[in-house]
Nanobody, 124 residues
Framework: QLQLVESGGGLVQPGGSLRLSCAAS????????IGWFRQAPGKEREGVAC????????KYADSVKGRFTISRDSAKNTVYLQMNSQKPEDTAVYYC?????????????????WGQGTQVTVSS
């Protein structure tokens, strides 16, 4: 059974940092492009950061450029999202997703497999 599990969410103060993890079971992430998406109440799901299967290409939403970093750890079959200098508008449920797409447009329909999400709340 193919499964993605996110962890690392929680409450953080503005300006703080969190690192989200996306661990896979039942398949190897090396063969998949991976994306981090988020969805705030009443808003559409948006791509935050995406990385190609090789790790050679990344794409970030303008709102997180310079603050968030996506990375892969093949040995742990895990993908990370390092979030620094967080803002209240980063508050959302964060999802990781895996797909066989060769492109990295960082849009939801590129990805076939999804995790259950982890809540990130940025508040003082």
């Amino acid at each position: 059974q193919l499964q993605l599990v996110e962890s690392g969410g929680g409450l953080v103060q503005p300006g703080g940092s969190l690192r989200l993890s996306c661990a896979a079971s039942g398949f190897t992430l090396d063969y998949y492009a991976i994306g981090w998406f988020r969805q705030a109440p009443g808003k559409e799901r948006e791509g935050v950061a995406c990385i190609s299967s090789s790790g050679g290409r990344t794409k970030y939403a303008d709102s997180v450029k310079g603050r968030f970093t996506i990375s892969r750890d093949s040995a742990k079959n895990t993908v990370y999202l390092q979030m620094n200098s967080q803002k209240p508008e980063d508050t959302a449920v964060y999802y990781c997703a895996a797909g066989t797409t060769a492109q990295v447009m960082c849009v939801p329909w590129e990805y076939e497999y999804w995790g259950q999400g982890t809540q990130v709340t940025v508040s003082s």
